[in-house]
Nanobody, 116 residues
Framework: QVHLVESGGGFVQPGGSLTLSCAAS????????MKWYRQAPGKEREMVAS????????QYADSVKGRFTISRDNAKNTVYLQMNSLRPEDTAVYYC?????????WGRGTQVTVSS
């Protein structure tokens, strides 16, 4: 059974930083590209960042380029999202996803709130 468990969310002031983690089990993690998504209230889920199975080819949404960094540790079956210079508009539930063909495994998400 596949489990993706996000952690590291919380409340932070504008300009602050958070690091999200997503621990995977039930999959051969090193064979999966991994993605971070977010969904703000009333908005559609959007992809924030992606990373290839070998740790290369990082891609970012324009809204987070230069502020967020995705990374992974295949030995720990974990993908990370380092978020710096956070803005109120980054407030959302953040999900990690493991695409497999036309299907994506999802975690339950972790809430990030950026507010003064």
């Amino acid at each position: 059974q596949v489990h993706l468990v996000e952690s590291g969310g919380g409340f932070v002031q504008p300009g602050g930083s958070l690091t999200l983690s997503c621990a995977a089990s039930g999959i051969t993690f090193s064979r999966f590209d991994m993605k971070w998504y977010r969904q703000a209230p009333g908005k559609e889920r959007e992809m924030v960042a992606s990373i290839a199975s070998d740790g290369g080819n990082m891609q970012y949404a324009d809204s987070v380029k230069g502020r967020f960094t995705i990374s992974r540790d295949n030995a720990k079956n974990t993908v990370y999202l380092q978020m710096n210079s956070l803005r109120p508009e980054d407030t959302a539930v953040y999900y990690c996803g493991a695409p497999s063909g036309s299907y994506t495994y999802w975690g339950r998400g972790t809430q990030v709130t950026v507010s003064s």
